[in-house]
């Protein structure tokens, strides 16, 4: 059970954007089929005194698919390593231990030091879900997974907050420590909207929130430049935003058939296997 029954989070830049996710999943909540079952989240997200619809506006379905298209990849790979090593980077408020749990994983969380103290304030403890205090780019994380051990590596909505060749460096050091069998899913946004998180002004999405300042951005059309860059790594699957369930993404699913829009103006979800 949630300890609190009120919680003020001081929180700005990046670790702020935990809550958005969490009020996204907490929503889904309320409709009579939601995208992911997340009743924790839901219980969360009412004990936090923050105002979410001043900050993010109108809820959308963006995060409750990516939370879904996430968990079923960790439950398919749990049923070939049932004991099997769950890496989360910097996944803030996520509630996704408790939705994919097979009462035999080992779940790792990393994050920085700040969300770290808000999820033990938080959220249940459990004997197999280890929290490690440091950034996703400090390689001491992978020494956390014992050596020869396929994991399964999660970054959700976390590499667009680093500079492309801090992204392309955790990726090719992900593949060069863990072994085959290993598979990491995360999600990009494209370089438009990476650009205009950059101005000097920021990128608005309300009147009191600015998104923070996101570096990279990668086409949709460009993802296979990530496999390249190691032997090791293949691509499983590869999905925009409007794939999974586009009636739940419109107006973005309108358009996602039409290639030069597809491939240039879509978020996206890159999922790739060690081999």
């Known amino acids: 059970m949630i300890r609190d029954k009120s919680y003020a989070p001081d929180l700005s830049g990046v670790p702020e954007t935990m809550l958005w996710p969490l009020w996204n999943r907490a929503v889904e909540q309320k409709r009579d089929q939601p995208l992911v079952v997340d009743p924790l989240a839901a219980a969360l997200a009412d004990r936090i005194d923050y105002d979410y619809a001043e900050s993010f506006g109108k809820p959308n379905a963006g995060h409750a698919m990516r939370a879904r298209v996430f968990d079923d990849a960790v439950k398919a790979w749990l049923k070939e390593h049932p004991d099997g090593y769950v890496v989360s980077l910097g996944e803030g408020l996520d ?144 999905l925009t935003f409007a794939d999974p369930y586009p009636d739940r993404m419109k107006p973005f699913s309108w358009f996602s058939f039409i290639a030069c829009v597809r491939n240039n103006f879509a978020s996206w979800m890159l999922h790739l296997e060690c081999i």
Not at 159 to 169: A, D, N, P, R, S
Not at 212 to 226: A, C, E, H, L, N
Request: aromatic share 12%; net charge positive.
């Open 95 to 238: 509630t996704q231990f408790w939705r994919v749990d097979n009462k035999r994983l080992h779940w790792l969380s990393v994050d920085v030091e700040e969300s770290a103290k808000i999820r033990a304030d938080l959220l249940p403890k459990d004997e197999r879900m280890q929290t490690f205090a440091c950034s996703a780019l400090d390689h001491a994380w992978m020494k956390q997974v014992p050596e020869g051990q396929p994991a399964f590596v999660l970054m959700a909505g976390l590499l667009m907050y680093f500079k492309e060749q801090e992204v392309f460096g955790l990726i090719s050091s992900m593949a060069e420590t863990f072994p085959a069998g290993t598979e990491f899913i995360f999600d990009a946004v494209p370089p438009w909207l990476a650009n205009l998180s950059m101005r000097s002004k920021g990128l608005n999405i309300t009147k009191t929130y600015i998104v923070p300042r996101s570096p990279w951005g990668m086409t949709f059309r460009d993802v296979y430049k990530i496999a390249n860059l190691h032997p090791q790594l293949r691509i499983k699957q590869k």
